[in-house]
């Protein structure tokens, strides 16, 4: 079974600077995708990011970038120029790439993002 | 671009009643995804059907079933609820099932009495 670990549960960054959430996960699989996923306070879940294990290089979205480290298993979210609508709980996530069957997300418990002025 | 519908988005029901929840895909998603947060806790994965069949079972009680029927769309249906399955409700929708992304519903938040 996998496993997600973020061991931040809350963290706080000033409006325009930069913040990194860590995220590191335990499988014996090889191949299989991570995310990031945003929960603003309507508790919408938002896809923020995704990254392909196969890829070696790391996934960007405009502010939103991953520092993705294959063999020590951690997935880390960068956002950089922080803004106010940023705030929100943000989940890493992880999806096994199977026999062609549907898979499942392995959510971590979240950390708690506060970008204040 | 259309987005995963759920409904209803609130639902209030009595200890021992049946709650219906409904998803509506993304249009040419064949893939749908059941979970559920509890207060303070991340997402649970429930079920899953691909191309209107079961193709995996989380940690869903015995109380609960759904289904995916021939238009894609799908439904939860929760009995005998109890209190502590008060919680959001996600559905979830993906295309071709494996190996794609997620895009989640605004969720059903279910208050049991």
């Known amino acids: ?117 | 671009a259309a987005g995963v519908i759920q409904s209803p988005r609130h639902l209030i029901k009595e200890k021992r009643e049946t709650a219906t929840l409904k998803c509506y895909p993304i249009p040419r998603h064949d893939t749908v995804y059941w979970y559920q947060q509890g207060p303070g806790q991340d997402p649970q994965f429930l079920i899953s059907f691909y191309e209107k069949m079961q193709s995996d079972k989380g940690s869903i009680p015995d109380r609960f079933s759904a289904q995916q029927f021939s238009d894609y769309h799908s439904e939860l249906n929760m009995s005998s609820l109890e209190l502590g399955d008060s919680a959001l409700y996600f559905c979830a929708s993906s295309f071709l099932g494996r190996a794609d992304t997620q895009y989640f519903g605004p969720g059903t938040r279910l208050t049991v009495l």
Do not use: H
């Open chain 1, 1 to 117: 079974a996998q496993t997600v670990t973020q061991s931040q549960p809350e963290m706080s960054v000033q409006e325009a600077e930069t913040v990194t959430l860590s995220c590191t996960y335990d499988t014996s699989e090889n191949n299989y995708y991570l995310f990031w996923y945003k929960q603003p306070p309507s508790r919408q879940m938002i896809l923020v990011i995704r990254q392909e294990a196969y890829k070696q290089q790391n996934a960007t979205e405009n502010r939103f970038s991953v520092n993705f480290q294959k063999a020590a298993k951690s997935f880390s979210l960068k956002i950089s120029d922080s803004q106010l609508g940023d705030t929100a709980m943000y989940f890493c996530a992880f999806m096994s790439v199977g026999d062609g069957t549907a898979s499942k997300l392995t959510f971590g418990t979240g950390t708690r993002l506060q970008v204040t002025l």
